[in-house]
């Protein structure tokens, strides 16, 4: 019994079309696996990053306490004059960085928002009264550190707590 021209071609085109099928499902299960590899690498870096963050956050804490029993800044909520901030600065130096980094922390949610990198309802539900309420506590101080050091500094922060305030659940609060 003999093959046709056809049966021929048949079982020819079979086997190209399992040679050809056989290195894709190889090539699959590498692009899998790379993609298991990338998927492990990245939740390393999440881990880390986040580890850091918690870090960072308890520091933060820390900073806020001693914050708060040197100038009343929370509790009070009123704003502080320059006269108050030298003063103090003065018996304790180290004030200065702590001030600073909470400001820095603020414009950096500021110019994060502006720049479109953070999604600005997530940082105003989570921070928004205490970033207008920063801003007016340390008004003075802003101000000061702009005619000692530059014009612009804290510009973003100034900017987003202006454009906040002009919002409905934000008017209640005294400047």
Known sequence: MSMTEYEIYSLWMSGVGVLLIVPGLFFAGYQIRQNTLVQRANQIWNMKVSAQQAIAAAHEV?????LERELLYISNSKRI??????EKIEKNPELTAGINHLLNVY??????????I??????KNARGVAMIKMFDVFVEYIEYRREQDHPALYDEFE???KKWRSEPRYLALKR
Do not use: C, H, P, W
Request: glycine content about 6%.
């Open 62 to 66: 820390e900073l806020k306490m001693q």
């Open 81 to 86: 004059g320059i006269s108050v901030f030298l």
């Open 107 to 116: 414009e950096r949610y500021a110019r994060g928002i502006t720049q479109q």
């Open 118 to 123: 953070y999604d600005e309802e997530i940082i």
């Open 159 to 161: 900017n987003i707590v």
